[in-house]
């Protein structure tokens, strides 16, 4: 964040959006969290990873660039959804009570017709693959539509979110080779674990407010003993990657990267401060450089094969 920028609640003012973008604009950037882009990244690399690792090379930079799209339309419109359906939890949240459409900014009307535009925009992304990675991306809606209201119900709402992230795991596969094949599915099983250890920890910025209000989260159901099931959603993320690059074939080169992306979690568990919410979303956003570490071990793999 530069030293322009300050917050008012999780919304950063001062930022580009409100220097470059016109004013009546700039609502609707934010309802998709276009200035807070580690919610793209974190969609985006299952995306990556499995498009390299289904690469007989290098991964194609055309499609490569395509994912790059649409996890920007398809988070943006996850975001928006999830905004609509949490609108008035949202605004008695004080993190969360100055973002669009609990601020007025945005009427719920005026986000789901957003919403239907960025829909459009992702299926006009997802028509460029193969039919088959079509379908698959197709099926994703039945996971991205119901997770607002899994928090309601279950302690355990960043399962179906770890479920409903990384699906691009199975879409990157799909795109490169028209089927599913089992590095693929190892792969996506790997990433709901991964989801569990970095939303955990996202969630414990909110903890108290999710108590008084009643919403779940895995921060409230796991406490203080968080820290001991990083090691396990970790590990378990960690052992599945790895599976994946071996039933791919992967070459001497992905193990040393793998071990550095592993050593970058378990940096996370033995820092993280979950009583500290500034350290908490620091440790979260940090996953953006494991992502970057995968990528680089999968196609390193790749070419050492």
Known sequence: MSTAQTLKGDIPVGNWIDRLVPAPLRPYLRLMRLDRPIGTWLLLFPCWWSAALAAPGLPDPWLLALFGLGAVVMRGAGCTFNDWADRDFDGRVARTASRPIPSGAVSPRQALA????????????????NPFAIAVGVASLLLVFPYPFMKRITHWPQAWLGL???????LGWAAVRGDLDLPALLLYAAGPFWTLGYDTIYAHQDKEDDALIGVKSTALALGDATPKWLWL?????????????????????????????GAHLVWQIVRVDIHDAADCLAKFKSNRHFGWLVLAAIIAGRLSA
């Open 233 to 261: 959603f970790y590990g378990a993320a960690l052992a599945l990657m790895a599976s994946a690059g071996a039933s791919a074939g992967l070459g001497w080169a992905f193990w040393p990267g793998m071990a550095l992306a």
């Open 114 to 129: 957003f919403l239907g535009l960025q829909l459009l925009i992702g299926l006009g992304v997802l028509l460029q693959l």
């Open 164 to 170: 409903t992230f990384n699906w691009g795991a199975l």
